[in-house]
């Protein structure tokens, strides 16, 4: 039997109980579904990249090396013996200011796998939230059937009692069955939806368990933080669409090229070789006709890439007004619910005290109780959908939790 079977056997002829495993953090879920999400590969694709460009402006070349080869005979006509062997190479050069911008786009690039990490961090956080506020309030729903669930039964067992003892009417009797299968189907329901929600999240975070307690409280925040990943992320997008106007501009003309020579000839058979040495520099002359479109085209991703800036802004503090709006709501709902559920509570107890007492029928206490059990899910949903607002806004101004 192996160590970790025999352990377990042990345990459970002794009534010994392994501990409990300690509940992970709300950050701790949101890395966990980090780490399974589609989307996880994009930052490193994009560090590559900006490797990329690190490598190239780190080469002493501006671009790829030629060599070439030449050879002269006249052995098809005269055949005098002249020969002649030209060998080359050709480097191409960096124009000024090009490799310290190809840096500069490196580094953008790196700073933007960062960013898209963030992102990331940033959207799963909003959707793991999302669920699990669902999930909270499809456990919410079914612990509050379950209670009213064995309330009815109990009530169900007196109203028996008193009928038995003649105290009141078997149509009673069936008014507290009918309340008790009504309970028991809403049981069924909320069973049900609580499974649908726990699939739902188990898709999202694989086999992560539900975080432990926590309460979020709201950003003091009254503006999108410059740091949001999405208007962070569009701002590079802009320095990119700027570092790529600058290359335009300095490539209005080719690279200038170095070539080097290296030469074998002789005049003729009886005439010795020599062996000579030689360098050329190519510097083209730059054109703006030439330039001109690829000039135009990064001019208009600039643009384009201010547009979508200009657009995120507006959007996300457009977000932000919604989710302050909505966080105030939910604020006033909840202290509306607490005083719904109080009152209510009080009610269905003096209600219950004067059934006891013969002072008021079961379906008086019923309406009562069925009010008290409304006010009481409302309360709950409304404490629910109150942090559900607040993380909402936290995300609205670019605040993940950590």
Do not use: C
């Amino acid at each position: 039997m192996k160590q970790s079977a025999r352990y377990l056997l042990i345990l459970g002829l002794t009534g010994m109980t392994l501990p409990a495993a300690a509940a992970p953090t709300l950050g701790e879920v949101i890395d966990t579904t980090m780490q399974r999400h589609p989307d996880r590969r994009l930052s490193d694709a994009r560090q590559e990249v900006s490797e990329g460009y690190r490598r190239q402006a780190d080469s002493w070349l501006g671009g790829d090396p030629a060599l070439g080869l030449s050879w002269w005979s006249d052995e098809f006509n005269s055949d005098t013996g002249y020969r002649e062997l030209e060998a080359g190479v050709t480097l191409p050069l960096w124009l000024p200011g090009q490799r310290a911008n190809r840096r500069q786009l490196a580094d953008e690039l790196l700073v933007e796998s960062e960013v898209l990490d963030r992102l990331l961090r940033w959207r799963v956080a909003g959707a793991v939230l999302e669920q699990f506020w669902k999930l909270r309030l499809a456990e919410s729903e079914l612990s509050l059937d379950r209670k009213h669930l064995e309330s009815a039964r109990t009530l169900e067992e007196s109203v028996a009692r008193r009928v038995e003892a003649g105290e009141l009417p078997r149509s009673e009797l069936l008014m507290a069955r009918q309340e008790t299968l009504k309970r028991e189907a809403m049981v069924q329901d909320a069973r049900t939806a609580l499974m649908h929600e726990q699939a739902a999240w188990t898709s999202l975070t694989g086999d992560a368990p539900l975080p432990a307690p926590f309460a979020i409280e709201p950003s003091p925040l009254d503006h999108v933080d410059e740091q949001h990943p999405v208007l962070w992320l569009s701002n590079l997008a802009v320095t990119r669409a700027v570092a790529r106007v600058k290359e335009a501009r300095i490539r209005r003309r080719s690279n200038p090229t170095l070539s080097l020579y290296l030469k074998r000839d002789r005049g003729d058979a009886q005439t010795p070789y020599i062996d000579s040495l030689g360098a050329q520099v190519t510097v083209p002359f730059g054109s703006s006709t030439q330039n001109a479109p690829a000039l135009a085209e990064a001019r208009q991703q600039l643009a384009q890439a201010e547009a979508r800036m200009a657009r995120t802004r507006r959007e996300l503090n457009l977000k932000r007004q919604q989710a302050w709006q909505e966080l105030q709501r939910a604020g006033e709902a909840l202290a509306l619910a607490q005083r719904r559920s109080e009152l209510a509570r009080k009610r269905m107890t003096m209600s219950q005290r004067a059934f006891e007492l013969g002072e008021t029928d079961l379906y008086l206490l019923l309406q009562a109780r069925e009010q008290a059990i409304d006010a009481a899910r409302e309360l709950e949903r409304s404490r629910i959908q109150h942090q559900r607002a607040a993380a909402r806004y936290n995300l609205a101004v670019g605040v993940s939790p950590e």
